[in-house]
């Protein structure tokens, strides 16, 4: 059931108050209101809000469907390139996934900038977005510190910031 607010529920009074016989329930199809009906109810604030939600509902769809289709990549990357199976990765040592990456390079030439990689040069890679984060951080060019009244000055890193400084900095997530 819907809930208006300021107004009754979106249900058909005249059903549930009548009495049929003893043996009958009335049903959740028969006391709802029809679709019509009920649209028919809804004012201009209520259409709004389920307007945003429908689009930021579909905004996160488009987003879930994107990640799915890079994870994908990556697993595809891992079964064909480097052939490490999911019931493998489990089993196996980081040692061992740095020297069949280290092998692929040396085939397919994945980093353009060095004809072989080094261990060092895999980690740098992994860790690249968060040592530029914390050495924007320790320069003070990021604003986490924040001087809240009582407390004194505190950090502040919540995810919506997060999102927003990735987004604006490396462009790693979509939001279209």
């Not at 389920?50 to 994870?71: S, T």
């Not at 020297?99 to 060095?114: A, F, G, N, T, W």
Request: aromatic share 14%; with cysteine.
């Amino acid at each position: 059931m819907v809930i208006k607010p300021g107004k009754r529920l979106l249900y058909d009074q005249q059903v549930i108050h009548q009495v049929k016989n003893d043996t009958h329930k009335v049903t959740t199809p028969e006391a709802a209101l029809p679709l019509g009906q009920c649209v028919q109810e809804f004012d201009f604030g209520i259409t709004v809000c389920l307007l945003v939600a429908f689009a930021i509902w579909v905004f996160r769809l488009i987003k879930v469907l994107y990640n799915i289709f890079k994870y994908w990549e990556i697993r595809s990357f891992y079964l064909t390139a480097v052939h490490i199976t999911t019931t493998d990765l489990t089993n196996m040592t980081w040692h061992e996934v740095q020297r069949r990456l280290l092998e692929v390079q040396k085939e397919q030439q994945m980093c353009i900038h060095k004809q072989e990689l080094t261990e060092l040069d895999i980690y740098h890679r992994i860790l690249r977005f968060k040592n530029y984060m914390i050495a924007m951080e320790r320069k003070s060019l990021l604003p986490f510190k924040h001087s809240i009244p009582l407390m004194g000055e505190c950090a502040f890193y919540s995810i919506g910031l997060k999102y927003n400084l990735d987004f604006l900095l490396f462009c790693k997530y979509i939001y279209m």
